[in-house]
């Protein structure tokens, strides 16, 4: 099999992924899953598509993240693993992982800071006096 690559975004965070059957290696920013996402919930999050479709020793996964926050680089990797096995098979893949939701982008992103306020919706305190 090819090399399979993806793009993944989250915010401002975006996860390209690269994608060969192996022994389910997972190597984020030249640096292994384990080191790179030291939380556990973080870890789950990124392999959460492998999980549903029962592919996690199958494939090898070489990542590149930049921008935005742990969080969203986490969310955003999952979103390009779920493409990138979309493409590798998808008949067998597309149901599961669409049903799940793991094919969607979370298109959110924070709102501007307006002038004249402190925050994006914040006002500064009313004084009547």
């Known amino acids: 099999m090819e090399v399979i690559n993806a793009l ?15 022994k389910g290696n997972i190597t984020i920013n030249d640096r292994p899953l ?3 996402f030291k939380e556990d ?13 029962e592919t996690l020793a199958s494939f090898d996964i070489k990542a590149n993240l930049d ?11 999952r979103l390009a693993i779920a493409r990138a096995l979309c493409k590798v098979d998808t008949e067998a893949y597309r149901p599961v992982l ?12 924070v709102e501007r800071k307006k002038p ?3 925050g994006a919706r914040r006002r500064f305190q009313f004084s009547k006096r």
């Open 67 to 77: 921008g935005g926050g742990i969080k969203g680089q986490a969310e955003a990797l």
């Open 34 to 36: 384990e080191e790179y």
């Open 116 to 118: 004249g306020q402190p």
């Open 41 to 53: 919930t973080l870890r789950y999050i990124v392999r959460q598509p492998m999980e549903v479709t």
């Open 98 to 109: 669409k049903s799940n939701g793991f094919l969607t982008r979370d298109a959110r992103e």
């Open 8 to 22: 993944g975004r989250r915010k401002s965070a975006v996860a390209r992924v690269y994608v060969c059957t192996g």
